[in-house]
Every structure is written in structure tokens, then in C-alpha cells.
């Protein structure tokens, strides 16, 4: 005699639920935690648009101090007009700190703009660059 077997099958939205739920749980290795970068530093000092000029040219730069940096690393670029209407920003130099403070000295009278990123011991965890902010050296 030959006996029929009934199938027995789960829907896929049953599963998903089950698994939504937490009632279908599978065996081995916990779930890979989210990488999580470093906060983006946040600007403090000098002000967006600012004009310094002292003689000599040496700024204070300052931005918040941020949880878990190995360093700071500072952006420096200047303006130089290209044509009539248009400018080119040429990097002005780049500069790490432990200390989210730098003094720094100028010898071209310009418009420049600075940013800020936190830098982490794993490359994949270091902020994103600050917005930039533009000062003007003049005489």
C-alpha cells in the first residue's frame, strides 16, 4: 500500500515574521556591530568671514573637542583669482594636533577658508571634514 505524505510548507511571510519577532533564531556569530566614526569637529574660532590683521600674522584656531580622536587634523587653502569672476583655492598646508587648538602664521594676505577633521587610530572611524569657513588676511 502506498501511503501519500502531505508536505508541509511555510509561507515566506510566516518566516519573516517569525524572524521579525525573534522567534526563528539561527546558531553562530553574532551580527557585525555598525562602524561608527568619529563626531565631525565643530568650528569655534575665528568666526566665518572673519578679518584678521595684526602684524605679525599669527591666528588662533580653535574648534570643540571631540570623544575618542587620536589627533586633529587642520585644512588650509587660499583664493587666487582665475579670470575676472572666478577664483582657484591652492592648498595653504595641512596640520595635526592632539589638541584641538593651533597658533598659526600667514605670510600672504588672501582669502582663505579652513576646516577641521578628527582623525582616528582605525583610518575607517575618522570624522568627516568640518564645513569650511572663510577669513581674510589683510595688511
Do not use: H
Not at 587648538?101 to 572611524?125: C, E, H, Q, S, Y
Amino acid at each position: 500500500m502506498v501511503r501519500k505524505v502531505k508536505k508541509r510548507t511555510i509561507s515566506l511571510a510566516l518566516i519573516a515574521l517569525l524572524v521579525l519577532t525573534g522567534a526563528l533564531m539561527t546558531t553562530g556569530t553574532a551580527a557585525p556591530r555598525p562602524v561608527m566614526r568619529l563626531a565631525t569637529p565643530q568650528l569655534v574660532s575665528p568666526r566665518n568671514g572673519a578679518t584678521l590683521s595684526s602684524i605679525p600674522f599669527y591666528y588662533d584656531f580653535e574648534c570643540r573637542a571631540v570623544n575618542g580622536v587620536d589627533y586633529y587634523q587642520i585644512e588650509l587653502q587660499y583664493a587666487t583669482l582665475v579670470g575676472k569672476n572666478s577664483i582657484e583655492w591652492t592648498s595653504g598646508g595641512t596640520w595635526g594636533s592632539d589638541d584641538p587648538t593651533w597658533t598659526l602664521g600667514f605670510n600672504k594676505v588672501a582669502l582663505w577658508r579652513w576646516r577641521v577633521m578628527a582623525i582616528a587610530t582605525d583610518p575607517l572611524l575618522n570624522s568627516y571634514p568640518s564645513k569650511w569657513r572663510t577669513f581674510t588676511v589683510v595688511e
